[in-house]
């Protein structure tokens, strides 16, 4: 079966971290871009982060930027992001993509119309 897992999120203080997974089964996560998405409660979806295939490019939003790392364990198939000095801000459902092997580049991750597989969302709050 062909999909993508999210877990690791949760309930953290600000300025905690968390490190979310993206798990793939049925199919190779290092020959595409891998995007990780949120979505806030009466927000739009927004980019994260995302890492090319092969590991040739990423990018973080600059939102994000110095407080986020994506990377990818292709012995494990999957994708992490590392999040550190949370801010409140940072609540949401945070869902990672797949997308065409070259979508990543280190100025940007794509617009989410340009990826097509996607996991279930896994929560994030950040929250005194």
């Known amino acids: 079966q062909v999909q993508l897992v999210e877990s690791g999120g949760g309930l953290v203080q600000p300025g905690g971290s968390l490190r979310l997974s993206c798990a793939a089964s049925?199919?190779?996560?290092?020959?595409?871009?891998i995007g990780w998405f949120r979505q806030a409660p009466g927000k739009e979806r927004e980019g994260v982060s995302c890492?090319?295939?092969?590991?040739?490019?990423?990018y973080h939003a600059a939102s994000v930027k110095g407080r986020f790392t994506i990377s990818r364990d292709n012995a494990k198939n999957t994708v992490y992001l590392q999040m550190n000095s949370l801010k409140p801000e940072d609540t949401a459902v945070y869902y990672c993509?797949?997308?065409?092997?070259?979508?990543?580049?280190?100025?940007?991750?794509?617009?989410?119309?340009?990826?097509?597989?996607w996991g279930q969302g896994t929560r994030v709050t950040v929250s005194s």
């Open positions: 890492i090319s295939r092969s590991d040739s490019a990423n």
């Open positions: 049925g199919f190779i996560l290092d020959y595409l871009t």
């Open positions: 993509a797949t997308g065409p092997p070259s979508l990543c580049r280190f100025y940007t991750g794509g617009a989410a119309y340009q990826y097509d597989l």
